[in-house]
Nanobody, 121 residues
């Protein structure tokens, strides 16, 4: 089965950190750009970050610049989203998605089921 699976979500206090993982199964991520998206309760899904298939270019939404870092380890067939200095407004379900392109451009081919991130004291 071809799929991507997110992990690493949880409950964290404001100012804390989490690292999300997006692992592919059934295919290699080498030729795929990977995007991270999130959806807060009552809001539309938004793009958070993305990394080109080569890893030589990344994108961050203004709301997470300087706090989040996206990276990829093709040997492990996994993409990571390191989230630092978390804020309550970062709360939501985080999804990763894969598109078989060099650049971050939809429509995406595979979507994960999401992992919940809750930032609260």
């Amino acid at each position: 089965q071809l799929q991507v699976v997110e992990s690493g979500g949880g409950l964290v206090q404001p100012g804390g950190s989490l690292r999300l993982s997006c692992a592919a199964s059934g295919f290699s991520l080498d030729d795929y750009a990977i995007g991270w998206f999130r959806q807060a309760p009552g809001k539309v899904r938004e793009g958070v970050s993305c990394i080109y298939s080569s890893g030589d270019n990344t994108y961050y939404d203004d709301s997470v610049k300087g706090r989040f870092t996206i990276s990829r380890d093709n040997a492990k067939n996994t993409v990571y989203l390191q989230m630092n200095s978390l804020k309550p407004e970062d709360t939501g379900v985080y999804y990763c998605a894969a598109v078989r392109k060099h650049v971050c451009s939809g429509p995406y081919d595979y979507w994960g089921q999401g992992t919940q991130v809750t930032v609260s004291s």
